[in-house]
Nanobody, 129 residues
């Protein structure tokens, strides 16, 4: 069974930083378009940052540009999200997603649902004001 496991969430003050990581088991993330999504209570799911491993191209939501950086470690089959200058509105559950039939990083982040995607269980990020 394919599994994605996120880690690194927690409570941080406004302006602080967190680094999220996602590890895959029973498959490798190398050839997938991957991304980080988030969802806060009462809000729509949002594709925050996505990356196409085949060419390294990335896409960031406007809310993440300049503050978040997505990266992958193919040797370890992990996906990371460095989040700096965090704001209370970044508070959400963050999910690691791997798309088996996605074409580009932008397509994945903008079109947040595809039945062929694999999702992790999520990690909570809370930013206090």
């Amino acid at each position: 069974q394919v599994q994605l496991v996120e880690s690194g969430g927690g409570l941080v003050q406004t302006g602080g930083s967190l680094r999220l990581s996602c590890a895959a088991s029973r498959f490798t993330l190398d050839h997938y378009v991957k991304g980080w999504f988030r969802q806060a209570p009462g809000k729509e799911r949002e594709g925050v940052a996505c990356i196409n491993s085949s060419n390294g191209s990335t896409y960031y939501a406007d809310s993440a540009k300049g503050r978040f950086t997505i990266s992958r470690d193919n040797a370890k089959s992990t996906l990371n999200l460095q989040m700096n200058s965090l704001k209370p509105e970044d508070t959400a559950t963050y999910y690691c997603v791997a798309g088996s039939r996605r074409d580009t990083a932008q397509e994945m982040c903008v079109n947040s649902f595809d039945p062929n995607d694999y999702w992790g269980q999520g990690t909570q990020v809370t930013v206090s004001s």
